[in-house]
């Protein structure tokens, strides 16, 4: 079941015993609050975020404390090094997203992941070259300008709390640690890594022993004392420069200048009734989901029995054809001035993508329609959700790529480092069957951001926000997203319940669905296969971090998915 923590400061649940009020807090429904609620990935950081609601903080301020002390409790994603998308929907009908995706220095260019005229998976996805130049900070910097109400050091301070003093080493740390070691054994690269993980940087940590880690308190503190400038300017650029420099990396103190993070448009679309918001390009997943909600319109899915054979074939049918739209069209529009983003998340197209669609047998994903492949994604990225008091909320997703990113940490720095340039199709015109594409919206040039498949999604009816949700899990996060609103929006479940849900994955090519092992029984997934789908198990599909707000009861539901091992959603 998904894990629900509501935590009372000592003053609340004092007043609450003495002066019994008509409404305590346990009247409420389970899992609900009628304050703020925050829903990550790891329960240190939900309830940071918490505690800056409780000081009055809104949801962007405490957005912003939650992303700092995720790059501290969370580093397998949570970052300073990386990039990702925040999407807000205030209770005044207010939406607007910040793109802070990293970007190529100025000297990648297209044919830099080869050697010898193939493709090189160190320099795409291990190497510093794998490394954008990071955008996380000055996405929250800007998010603060435009939306923050605290004074942005306050924000900072417990991250840097949580750096300096330390807390619990983790199980997912643990593992970490052991790969770590292990690298480092046979790379000097990694040193830094050791030296940042490990105890005083040589011993290795039991768990529930604390992680200090003072470069990085030092860091952050850079950010608190001088905004975006203590992190792109001065002595973490020039530390940053300097390893990259001796290091074989491209990223020099002019990238980090030159780094802006955007405010821009949601992408908006409907289903029946509700408002989508979600992230325009560099992001796929605002445009891929409202094309697949667009087709599924089409059916009266609400009638079909949840998760049931004929259900999953019609899911499949509209994520094969959102998924070809974002293989062809995505890239960064900074460089793709002619995306028809317009057309592709008309209703009119979904209505021609749902007329071929046959309710009785899959259809082919063939090179016919398109002749390009999906490159490998990994599965490590994290989401989070926070509704404040009065309603205002925010759905945000941010990454390193892989897992701990290329799990090289800037010496001195104590950060660590996004491979996020393995996202750029690394060889022009090259596409294959092992799972390459090499098309032109996505190849890299200098300063361009490379497609994300990163999906926070917030509904809204109304004119206000009710859900907000998101995932990490490379491709899967669009389907991921999608998933759960339908679930919700269709199948009136909980947030909860939606989120536990099992869930499948297509993107078009290869032409196979994945499936939740342990979610979906053998019998539906032998009907379906008749239906002409080939298919695959998986053990986990994401980690979705949801709310529900019941703007008529006055409460906000939280949820944190039982597949993420640390999870908590934390209100008041
Ligand atoms: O931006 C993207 O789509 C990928 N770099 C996200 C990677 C990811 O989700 C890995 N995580 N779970």
Same mark, same amino acid.
């Given at each position: ?31 609900? #609050?009628?304050?703020?609620? #925050?829903?990550?990935? $790891? @329960? ?9 609601? $409780? ?19 969370? /580093? ?32 990648? +260019? ?8 193939? =493709?090189?998976?160190?320099?795409? @996805? ?5 490394? +954008?130049?990071? +955008? ?21 301070? /417990? ?25 480092? %054994? ?82 908006? &679309? ?7 918001y979600s992230m325009p390009p560099p992001s796929s997943g605002g445009i891929a989901i409202v ?18 054979? /004929? ?37 009119? @197209? ?6 071929? =669609? ?49 799990? =090289? ?16 199709? /690394?060889?022009?015109? @090259? ?21 994300? %498949? ?15 949700i998101g995932s990490p899990g490379g491709r899967t996060i669009i389907n991921t997203s999608l ?8 199948? &009136?479940? %909980? ?25 979906f029984t053998a019998e539906t997934m032998s009907a379906y296969e008749h239906l002409g789908h ?5 053990? *986990?599909? *994401? ?16 949820? %944190? ?9 934390? &209100?008041?």
């Amino acid at each position: 079941m998904p894990r629900f923590v509501r935590h009372f400061s000592v003053f609340v649940l004092f007043i609450a015993l003495v002066s019994l009020p008509s409404c305590t807090p346990q009247d409420l429904p389970t899992g609900s #609050v009628r304050g703020g609620i #925050v829903s990550t990935a $790891q @329960h240190v950081a939900s309830d940071v975020g918490r505690d800056i609601l $409780q000081q009055g903080g809104n949801a962007v301020d405490a957005a912003i404390a939650t992303a700092f002390a995720l790059a501290v409790v969370h /580093p397998a994603a949570g970052n300073i090094g990386g990039g990702g998308f925040l999407v807000y929907h205030g209770a005044d009908g207010k939406v607007t997203t910040f793109n802070f995706r990293e970007k190529a220095p100025a000297a990648a +260019g297209p044919a830099m992941f080869l050697t010898d005229g193939e =493709i090189d998976e160190v320099k795409h @996805h291990r190497a510093l070259t794998s490394t +954008g130049v990071p +955008g996380t900070v000055a996405g929250l910097a800007l998010a603060h300008k435009r939306l923050g109400s605290l004074p942005w050091a306050d924000l900072l301070e /417990p991250a840097i709390r949580l750096a300096e003093e330390g807390f619990p080493f983790t199980e997912n740390l643990m593992d970490f640690q052991e790969r770590i070691l292990d690298s480092a %054994s046979s790379n000097p690269i990694y040193a830094s890594t050791v030296r940042a993980f490990l105890k005083n940087g040589t011993e290795a940590h039991a768990t529930g022993e604390l992680l200090i880690q003072k470069d990085l308190a030092e860091s952050l503190k850079r950010i608190r004392n001088n905004g975006a400038d203590g992190f792109y300017k001065g002595e973490t650029a020039r530390l940053m420069a300097e390893f990259m420099a001796a290091n074989g990396g491209l990223i020099t103190e002019q990238d980090m200048a030159d780094y802006q993070a955007e405010e821009l448009p949601a992408i908006h &679309g409907t289903y029946r009734g509700y408002d989508i918001y979600s992230m325009p390009p560099p992001s796929s997943g605002g445009i891929a989901i409202v094309t697949m909600l667009n087709i599924l319109e089409e059916y009266d899915m609400g009638a079909i029995e949840h998760n049931s054979a /004929p259900y999953l074939h019609l899911l499949t049918e509209a994520m094969r054809r959102g998924f070809a739209d974002r293989a062809q069209f995505i890239g960064d529009p900074n460089f793709n001035p002619d995306m028809p983003v317009d057309w592709l998340t008309s209703k009119k @197209h979904a209505v021609d993508l749902a007329s071929s =669609i046959n309710p009785d047998a899959a259809s082919p994903s063939d090179s016919s329609t398109f002749n390009g492949f999906m490159p490998y994604e990994s599965e490590e990225t994290t989401h989070f959700s926070v509704a404040d008091e009065a309603g205002n909320t925010v759905s945000m997703t941010y990454t390193l790529e892989n897992s701990y990113g290329n799990s =090289i940490v800037v010496e001195g720095a104590g950060f660590l480092l996004n491979n996020e340039m393995g996202d750029f199709n /690394p060889k022009p015109g @090259h596409t294959d069957r092992s799972g390459n594409i090499g098309t032109l919206p996505n190849l890299t040039a200098p300063g361009k951001r490379m497609l994300s %498949s990163m999906t926070p999604v917030i509904v809204g009816q109304n004119g206000r926000p009710v859900m907000a949700i998101g995932s990490p899990g490379g491709r899967t996060i669009i389907n991921t997203s999608l998933q759960v609103v339908l679930n919700v929006l269709d199948h &009136g479940m %909980s947030i909860g319940d939606a989120i536990e849900a099992g869930r499948i994955h297509h993107q078009w090519l290869p032409d196979r669905t994945s499936y939740e092992s342990t979610r979906f029984t053998a019998e539906t997934m032998s009907a379906y296969e008749h239906l002409g789908h080939t298919i695959s198990s998986r053990n *986990g599909q *994401g980690s979705a971090m949801g709310i529900w707000i019941d703007w008529k009861a006055g409460v906000k539901y939280g949820a %944190s998915d039982s597949r993420s091992s640390e999870g908590s959603a934390s &209100g008041y």
